[in-house]
């Protein structure tokens, strides 16, 4: 059974940095493209960053350019996403992982598994 397992989250100030973590398991990561996407309260969700397999590609959102950074780790089955000291109210959501076939992909369709989110709130 697949589990994406994200963490990292909390409250923080604006003008913070953040690291979030999503610890794969029950896949072969390594071949698996993966992404971050996010939700605030009462919005659509989100896509925020892709990384290709092998961590060579990454993707951003509008949101994300410049004040986003993703990454992976296949030896340790982890995806992780680093957050600038650019943190604004604005970025408050769920930010959600997700492992799919496409690599780069902003299309939630394309990711098959999904983890249940960690909650990033971010006070002004």
């Known amino acids: 059974q697949v589990h994406l397992v994200e963490s990292g989250g909390g409250l923080v100030q604006a003008g913070d940095s953040l690291r979030l973590s999503c610890v794969a398991s029950?896949?072969?990561?390594?071949?698996?493209?993966m992404a971050w996407f996010r939700q605030a309260p009462g919005e659509e969700r989100e896509f925020v960053a892709a990384?290709?397999?092998?961590?060579?590609?990454?993707?951003y959102g509008s949101s994300a350019q410049g004040r986003f950074t993703i990454s992976r780790d296949n030896t340790e089955n982890t995806l992780y996403l680093q957050i600038s000291s650019l943190l604004k109210p604005e970025d408050t959501a769920i930010y959600y992982c997700?492992?799919?076939?496409?690599?780069?992909?902003?299309?939630?369709?394309?990711?098959?598994?999904w983890g249940q989110g960690t909650q990033v709130t971010v006070s002004s």
């Open positions: 990384i290709s397999r092998t961590g060579d590609m990454s993707y």
């Open positions: 029950g896949l072969t990561f390594s071949s698996y493209a």
């Open positions: 997700a492992a799919g076939s496409n690599s780069g992909s902003s299309y939630e369709g394309h990711y098959a598994f």
